[in-house]
């Protein structure tokens, strides 16, 4: 929480849940990106949160664009940044997408498979690309394990049919998982990555590129350290197995940067209990899973709760959202403690919500409006 958005809610009083993002958080954890790895290139991945607010902010700071959609390039070229700064990153795309991101001047797109190759070669001939490689997504409170990527012995046949059919064999690129604590996740990908830079060079293909993805925290509930250990853990990684030929580098950093951006102010519907001898509270908030709170899915992600009684003393709740599914529980599995002076009407604000939240938004489930966004 910081002081411009305690200001911007006391002075506007917005109705109804919302996001307040803060342009400064992010300006600042941009920076530490570029000051903690700087020779790194960083790919703000689009889709953690595309406010135009933020996208403009990021181009005039020198940021670079992990987007996966025509829709999340038009945005970013909207900020008046050049195609060249945007990598389309999804490994998973139409071929008339490819065609049309290619006549829009993008250059560097992801790969995972010979069959999407195929798709690049055709529609985007002598763009560069790079493979995705397979990462368990072990010590990610949100792993993205096995939907992206290949096995490494996959990426140099992927790699090599891209080089036969005219493209320029680029890099490589993998995810150690969102939300990663453990700051040597990168060492084990980057072991793997420098293995396949030998085996191709062998074969006279020459690697250039390595990108390193997202996976940095945004603070929630638990301690997470800061980007300069994560950088220096990766640095550490990058000469261990790239000795003195470190390839070109970039992160795609989502969470990390906008994450801890933003507060949604919620408010306190309901607090019920479903027999008279229960211990533990229902309460429901005006927001839920299908408000934007989707990362609560298997209760993943755990942010912070702030109310107006934060000094009392606290009781375990099962929190949830105001819709008629029972899927829209935010923590029951492992209750959320909660003053037990908190009351019917009470405002409370859940930090950490700068990302994946305003997108993940339904667009009007049980005639819930989408999550309101004020960006200053
Ligand atoms: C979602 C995504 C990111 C961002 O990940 P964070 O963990 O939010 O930093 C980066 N790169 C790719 C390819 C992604 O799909």
Redesign the pocket.
């Known amino acids: 929480m910081t002081d411009r958005i305690r200001d911007f809610l006391r002075d506007r009083r917005p109705e109804g849940p919302c996001l307040v993002v803060d342009l400064d958080v992010v300006r600042e954890n941009f920076q530490a990106f570029a000051r903690a790895l700087p020779d790194t290139r960083v790919f703000y991945?689009v889709?953690?949160n595309p406010a135009p607010e933020i996208l403009n902010l990021l181009a005039s700071a020198g940021s670079s664009f992990?987007c996966?959609s025509i829709p999340e390039i038009e945005m970013v070229l909207a900020t008046g940044a050049t195609a060249d700064r945007i990598s389309f990153?999804n490994t998973i795309k139409k071929e008339r997408d490819i065609a049309r991101a290619f006549q829009m001047g993008v250059r560097l797109l992801a790969v995972d498979s010979v069959e999407e190759v195929e798709k690049v070669a055709r529609a985007a001939p002598g763009a560069k690309v790079f493979c995705r490689i397979l990462c368990d997504g072990a010590g990610a409170e949100w792993p993205l394990s096995r939907k992206f990527g290949c096995v490494p012995e996959m990426a140099i046949t992927v790699l090599e049919h891209a080089h036969r059919l005219g493209l320029d064999a680029y890099g490589l690129s993998f995810?150690v998982g969102?939300?990663q604590a453990n700051t040597q996740a990168w060492d084990a990908a980057l072991a793997s990555t420098s293995a396949i830079f030998r085996t191709l060079s062998d074969r006279g293909i020459q690697l250039r590129m390595v990108n390193m993805?997202?996976?940095?925290p945004a603070k929630y509930l638990k301690k997470v350290p800061v980007v300069q250990a994560y950088a220096k853990s990766i640095n550490e990684s990058l000469r261990r197995h790239f000795g003195n030929r470190i390839p070109e580098t970039i992160i795609?950093?989502?969470?990390?940067m906008v994450g801890d951006a933003g507060v949604i102010k919620a408010e306190v519907v309901l607090i019920s209990r479903k027999a008279e001898e229960d211990q533990v509270r229902w309460v429901y908030l005006d927001i839920g899973k299908f408000g934007g709170l989707a990362e609560t899915m298997d209760e993943a992600i755990r942010y912070p709760i702030r109310t107006e009684h934060d000094g009392d003393e606290k009781a375990p709740c099962v929190l949830a959202g105001p819709t008629c599914d029972s899927a829209d529980v935010l923590y029951e599995k492992t209750p959320y403690e909660l003053p037990v002076s908190l009351s019917i009407g009470d405002e409370v604000l859940i930090e950490g919500t700068g990302?994946y939240t305003t997108t993940y938004a339904a667009v009007a489930f049980n005639g819930f409006a989408p999550l309101k966004s004020y960006v200053i």
Request: aromatic share 6%; hydrophobic share 25%.
């Open positions: 991945a889709k953690a992990d996966a990153g995810h969102s939300q993805g997202g996976g940095f795609e950093p989502g969470r990390g990302a």
